[in-house]
């Protein structure tokens, strides 16, 4: 095992997110849960992403865009570019998610099911997130049906 799940306290930090494709949605989604604040930044951004962001940088990474930024996560479609995100990112100190390559990313992202106060969060080491997916609905109900006997 390689990847140690933790709770992150991310109250008030500030998350950047690079792409605003499917996978940058999904992680935005999910940020937008936590009281932390996110800029996206991507060369074209449709309006679900612009809604939810807190910040909307219309353009190409460029690395100045990690000042001051306390976690990232590289979710555009192009390895060169994520891989120079990841770089870019080491060398500042910033943990960094990289999305098409878990061998550069210093933390992954499980899938995620929020039900406040609890978290259902499956990961698979990186080996597997299709099945990580496939046990958090699986797991999901359990936990539905848990807070309908808990309500009763
Ligand atoms: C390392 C990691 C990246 C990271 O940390 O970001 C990663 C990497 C890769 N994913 C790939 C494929 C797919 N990933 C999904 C979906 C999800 N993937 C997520 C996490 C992670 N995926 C991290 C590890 C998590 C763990 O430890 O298990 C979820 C759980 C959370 C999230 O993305 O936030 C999210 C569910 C969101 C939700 O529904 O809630 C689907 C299905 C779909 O999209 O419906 C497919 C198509 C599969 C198919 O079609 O069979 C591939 C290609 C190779 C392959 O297939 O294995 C790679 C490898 C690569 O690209 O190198
Ligand atoms: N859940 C996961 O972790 C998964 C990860 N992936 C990987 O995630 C990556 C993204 O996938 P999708 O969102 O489906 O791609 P997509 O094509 O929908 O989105 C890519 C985004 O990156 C942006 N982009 C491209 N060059 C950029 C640059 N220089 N600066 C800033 N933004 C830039 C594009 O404008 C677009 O918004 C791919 O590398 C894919 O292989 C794929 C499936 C699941």
């Known amino acids: 095992m390689k990847y140690l799940p933790i709770g992150l306290n991310v109250s008030g930090k500030k998350i950047l997110v690079v792409g605003a494709g499917k996978v940058a949605l999904q992680k935005i989604k999910i940020l937008k849960n936590f009281d932390c604040r996110v800029t996206i930044v991507a060369p074209s951004v449709y309006n679900q992403v612009q809604i939810i962001a807190d910040e909307v940088i219309i353009g190409a990474y460029q690395a100045r865009f990690l000042n001051n930024i306390d976690l990232v996560y590289a979710c555009t479609n192009n390895f060169v570019i994520n891989k120079?995100?990841?770089?870019?990112?080491?060398?500042?100190?910033?943990?960094?998610?990289?999305?098409?390559?878990?061998?550069?990313?210093?933390?992954?992202?499980?899938?995620?099911?929020?039900?406040?106060?609890?978290?259902?969060?499956?990961?698979?080491?990186?080996?597997a997130p299709k099945a990580s997916k496939n046990m958090r609905d699986k797991l999901k109900q359990v936990l539905r049906?848990?807070?309908v006997s808990r309500d009763k």
């Open 145 to 147: 049906d848990d807070k």
């Open 84 to 127: 120079k995100i990841a770089k870019d990112a080491r060398k500042r100190k910033i943990l960094v998610n990289v999305a098409d390559n878990s061998v550069l990313s210093d933390f992954i992202s499980p899938a995620l099911y929020i039900d406040e106060p609890m978290i259902i969060a499956i990961s698979s080491d990186a080996r």
